[in-house]
C-alpha cells in the first residue's frame, strides 16, 4: 500500500506542470482576466475550510474554518463575478 | 457517500482544467470562466455532504458574509482598481489558507502533516500581509515607492531564521502553542517586509508572483487536511502566477531576485546627458498631424489608466478610422500595473481586441506608422534601453515608438518615470510634447475631428 503523502505529492507534480501547459497559451489580452479567474480559483480553500467550520465543537478550529468560509467565499464569488464582468467587455471588431 | 464526494471532486478537477482551456482564447473565455465556476460549486456541494459536518449555521454564516463582500466588490470595482482588487483577494486567500492550516491542527497530527500546515501558516501569512501593502501600494494609501532602510538584510535574515527555527520547535512540539503564534507572526511580518522594498512600477510582478503564493498556500492546506481537489487547484494557480512573474520579468530584462531585493527606483539614477529640445505642440497642431496620418499607432501606459481617459481614447480613434486611417494599439506586457490591465481598460471602451496588438507584433510595423501616440506611458517607449548602455533600463524591451515618422508624447509635466529614468525619446528631431491632462487633450482633438 503506497502512503496518501505520496499519492497527494503525485498529484501536486502533475498539477503544476499541466498548469504551466494550460497558461502558456493564455494571449496577454486576457492576463488580468485570467489572474482574476485563477483568484477564484485559490478560493477552493472553502472546500478545507467548510469541514473545519461544521464540527459543532465551538472550539477555535471551529471559528477559524468559519473565518476561513467567509474569506475564501469573497474570493470564490467576487473572483467568478468580476472576471465574468470583464470578459463580457471583450469584443472582436464587427465587420 | 465518501466515495461520491472523492468522484465530484475528480469531475470538478476536470473542470477546472477545461475552463483554463477555453481562458486560452478571448472567444471562448468567458464560457470558461462559467465552466471553472460550475466546478467551484460541484466541490462545495460535495464538500458539504460529508459526515463529519453536523453543524451548518457557521458554514451558512461564512458564505453569507463571503459572498455579500465579494459579489458588491465584484459589482462596484472601477476598471482602473482591478490590480487593487486582485492584490487584495490575493490576500483573503492567503488568509484563508492560513486559518485552514491552523485549524487542521489536531493531537494526532502526524510530522508530515505538522510540516504542511507550518507550510500552508507561512505562505498564506506572507501571501496575506504582502497583498496587503501590494493593495496600499496600488491605490496609494501608502507612498508607492521603494522603501529601504540600512540593515534591511540583516533584519530580513533575522525573521527568515526565526521563521525556520520557530517552524522546526513547532514540528518538534506540536502542543507549544507559542511556537505557533511565533510562525504565525513573523510570517505575517515577513510578507510586509518582502513588499516595501519594491517600488509601483514593478507591481506586474508582485501581484503576479502573490497570485501563485495564493495558490501555493491553497495547496499546502490541501496537503494539511488532507483534500485532493485543493491540492489540484491550487496548484493550477500557483504555475499560472509563476508563469505571469516570469512574462513580467522578461518583458522588464530583468531577474526576479532583482525585482525582489533591488529597491529598482529608490536610490539615486545617474542623470545622463541628452541632447536637443522639448518641442510642445498645441492640440490644434497636433489636429492637423493627425487628420492627414494614414497609419496610427497608440500606445497607453498608467498615465492612461490615471486619468481615466479610455473612453474618449476609444472615440479618436474611431474618428481617426473614419478619416480613413488604419489604429492599432501596442500594449506593453508590463504597461500598467498589473498583467493585461491596458487590455481590459480598451475593451471596457469597447476597442475590439483585435486591434491591440502585443510588443513583438507592433514593433515590425513602427517605420510604417505615420503618427506614434503615447498616452501616459513612459518607461516601456524609452529608447534609452536599446541606445544608453549606462542606463537602468539597458536591454529592456521597448515599444520603438521613436521609429515612427512622427511620435505624440501626452504628459503632464516633464517628471520622468516611476523608474527615474531620463527618456531620450522626448528630445527626438520627431518628437512633439502634447503636455496637459491626457483625458483633457484627446478630448480636444476629438472636438477639432468635430468641427
Given amino acids: 500500500m503506497i502512503p496518501a503523502e505520496v499519492f497527494l505529492t503525485f498529484i501536486l507534480m502533475l498539477s503544476i506542470f499541466l498548469g504551466f501547459e494550460l497558461i502558456n497559451k493564455v494571449p496577454a489580452t486576457l492576463h488580468t482576466p485570467l489572474m482574476s479567474g485563477a483568484n477564484a480559483i485559490s478560493g477552493i480553500t472553502v472546500v478545507g475550510a467548510v469541514g473545519l467550520a461544521g464540527t459543532g465543537q465551538q472550539d477555535l478550529a471551529n471559528w477559524l474554518g468559519a473565518a476561513?468560509?467567509?474569506?475564501?467565499?469573497?474570493?470564490?464569488v467576487g473572483g467568478y463575478l468580476v472576471t465574468d464582468r470583464m470578459l463580457a467587455m471583450f469584443k472582436k471588431k464587427e465587420n | 457517500m465518501q466515495i461520491l464526494i472523492q468522484f465530484a471532486f475528480i469531475i470538478s478537477a476536470a473542470l477546472f482544467i477545461f475552463g483554463l482551456k477555453q481562458l486560452g482564447s478571448p472567444a471562448t473565455a468567458r464560457r470558461g470562466n462559467m465552466i471553472s465556476s460550475t466546478g467551484m460549486l460541484i466541490a462545495i456541494v460535495a464538500a458539504l455532504m460529508d459526515q463529519g459536518i453536523v453543524d451548518y449555521q457557521y458554514i451558512l454564516l461564512g458564505f453569507i458574509i463571503g459572498g455579500a463582500i465579494g459579489a458588491a466588490a465584484a459589482r462596484m470595482v472601477a476598471m482602473t482598481s482591478m490590480p487593487e482588487m486582485v492584490a487584495l483577494f490575493n490576500g483573503f486567500g492567503g488568509m484563508a489558507s492560513l486559518l485552514v492550516g491552523w485549524a487542521a491542527l489536531s493531537p494526532s497530527a502526524t510530522t508530515f502533516t505538522l510540516v504542511t500546515i507550518v507550510l500552508s501558516i507561512l505562505i498564506g501569512g506572507l501571501t496575506f500581509t504582502g497583498s496587503l501593502i501590494a493593495w496600499g501600494k496600488l491605490s496609494e494609501t501608502i507612498g508607492s515607492g521603494a522603501v529601504m532602510f540600512v540593515g534591511q538584510q540583516v533584519v530580513n535574515s533575522v525573521i527568515v531564521l526565526g521563521i525556520l527555527g520557530g517552524a522546526v520547535m513547532f514540528c518538534l512540539q506540536p502542543d507549544q502553542v507559542h511556537w505557533l503564534y511565533l510562525v504565525v507572526g513573523l510570517s505575517l511580518l515577513f510578507g510586509i517586509m518582502a513588499v516595501i522594498p519594491i517600488g509601483g512600477a514593478d507591481m506586474p510582478v508582485v501581484i503576479s508572483l502573490l497570485n501563485s503564493y495564493s495558490g501555493l498556500a491553497a495547496c499546502a492546506a490541501g496537503f494539511a487536511v488532507d483534500n485532493n481537489i485543493l491540492i489540484v487547484a491550487g496548484s493550477l494557480v500557483g504555475a499560472s502566477g509563476i508563469i505571469l512573474t516570469q512574462i513580467m520579468c522578461k518583458a522588464m530584462n530583468r531577474s526576479l531576485a532583482n525585482v525582489l531585493f533591488s529597491g529598482f527606483g529608490s536610490g539615486k539614477v545617474e542623470t545622463t546627458e541628452v541632447e536637443g529640445e522639448i518641442k510642445p505642440i498645441t492640440v490644434e497642431d497636433a489636429y492637423y498631424v493627425l487628420e492627414a496620418a494614414t497609419n496610427v499607432a497608440i500606445v497607453p501606459g498608467y498615465g492612461m489608466a490615471v486619468a481615466q481617459a479610455q473612453h474618449v481614447v476609444k472615440e479618436l480613434c474611431e474618428l481617426m478610422e473614419q478619416n480613413g486611417a488604419e489604429v492599432n494599439f501596442g500594449i506593453h506586457p508590463v504597461a500598467g500595473r498589473m498583467p493585461g490591465h491596458m487590455n481590459v481598460l480598451l475593451a471596457e471602451a469597447d476597442v475590439p481586441y483585435d486591434q491591440l496588438l502585443e510588443m513583438d507584433d507592433i514593433n515590425p510595423r513602427m517605420e510604417n506608422v505615420d503618427v506614434a501616440i503615447i498616452i501616459g506611458a513612459n518607461d516601456?517607449?524609452?529608447?534609452?534601453?536599446?541606445?544608453?548602455?549606462?542606463?537602468?533600463?539597458?536591454?529592456?524591451?521597448?515599444?520603438?515608438?521613436?521609429?515612427?515618422?512622427?511620435?505624440?508624447?501626452?504628459?503632464?509635466?516633464?517628471?520622468s518615470g516611476f523608474a527615474g529614468i531620463e527618456n531620450p525619446l522626448f528630445y527626438k528631431d520627431n518628437t512633439r510634447m502634447l503636455f496637459g491632462d491626457a483625458k483633457e487633450s484627446i478630448g480636444g482633438l476629438v472636438r477639432e475631428f468635430g468641427t
Fill in chain 1, 68 to 76: 476561513a468560509v467567509a474569506l475564501a467565499s469573497i474570493n470564490v
Fill in chain 2, 380 to 415: 516601456v517607449v524609452n529608447p534609452a534601453a536599446r541606445e544608453v548602455e549606462s542606463s537602468p533600463i539597458y536591454g529592456m524591451p521597448v515599444i520603438n515608438v521613436d521609429q515612427a515618422r512622427t511620435v505624440f508624447v501626452l504628459k503632464r509635466s516633464m517628471a
